[in-house]
């Protein structure tokens, strides 16, 4: 892990600060704007071992394609909210891992999407997605082609959320969107919790937003909040007792996780919303 020079000397968001304060150990917080982000960035080649199979293979996920009736429990959901603002057209998603929302999108939409990982790729090509293995930044996007860009829980993981906004401002479609769910760390539960606030592990999650940090990097690249709300999400019964038992080393949570499995259920889910994620959609002004 490198701290990323560049870092230390100015802030995405604000452009002039220098100086940061700690927060919880492994964040710093920009003194000017407030924005939240790991106080270590890791490098490319790291980031490529962090996102390699096990990261959705008892890394940050489970079994990520045992979760996929929970993950798209939440897309199925989202959808009717997009197509109220963009009924037809053309759909990117940046951060479509396994393709489970492009798989749905595509009843709707002409979708593509692009991805860091390659098992994540070769899994939502063999589902005839039109997917790129890569990094957003690094690949050709056609001018005033998309109508509408999804980032599902993408934005907390990336270096430079910043040239991310900035180049879909400057591709999308005249008028286009940019729907995005993200953890807010000025809500009620990372108040409370602090540190401990599930979202905060890097070096998966890099930048921590909020309603304040987000707008403004929306804003800056000339997009106009028309939608936010705080969304719940289905999760998976499975993922949750193996995350309290592996994770927290707790041997009660260990013997109801191995319970569970005993009974051979399948993956079944449920729904909780702690309000500390925010479903942002804003248009794109000329
Ligand atoms: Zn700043």
Redo the contacts with the bound molecule.
């Keep these: 892990m490198t701290i990323n020079p560049k870092m230390e000397h100015f802030?995405i968001?604000?452009g002039q600060?220098t100086e940061h304060e700690p927060l919880y150990q492994k964040l710093n917080k920009?003194k000017?704007?407030?924005?939240v982000s790991a106080n270590k960035i890791p490098d490319r080649q790291e980031l490529e071992t962090v996102y390699g199979t096990n990261y959705f293979f008892e890394g940050e996920y489970l079994n990520y394609l045992e979760e996929k009736d929970s993950l798209q429990k939440n897309f199925k959901k989202w959808i009717p909210l997009l197509k109220k603002f963009v009924p037809h057209g053309k759909l990117f998603e940046i951060g479509s891992a396994y393709g489970f929302f492009l798989e749905l999108a595509r009843d709707y939409w002409e979708v593509q999407g692009v991805d860091i990982s390659h098992p994540a790729c070769d899994y939502a090509k063999s589902l005839g997605l039109h997917v790129q293995c890569g990094d957003f930044l690094d690949i050709p996007v056609e001018a005033d082609k998309f109508d509408l860009f999804c980032l599902w829980d993408t934005i907390e993981h990336l270096k430079r959320p910043d040239l991310y906004v900035k180049k879909i401002g400057e591709t999308i479609a005249p008028g286009g969107m940019i729907c995005l769910t993200t953890g807010d760390i000025d809500a009620f539960v990372p108040r409370i919790q602090k540190g401990k606030w599930r979202m905060i592990h890097p070096p998966t999650h890099l930048f921590y937003f909020s309603k304040k940090t987000l707008f403004a990097l929306l804003r800056k690249n000339d997009f106009k909040i028309v939608y936010v709300s705080r969304v719940g999400f289905y999760r998976s019964l499975k993922r949750t007792l193996f995350n309290l038992s592996f994770l927290k080393k707790n041997g009660k949570w260990k013997a109801l996780y191995d319970y569970y499995n005993r009974l051979k259920l399948g993956d079944l889910s449920f729904y909780l919303n702690l309000y500390d994620i925010l479903l942002v959609i804003a248009r794109k002004e000329s």
């Design positions: 802030c968001l604000c600060s920009c000017t704007c407030s924005l």
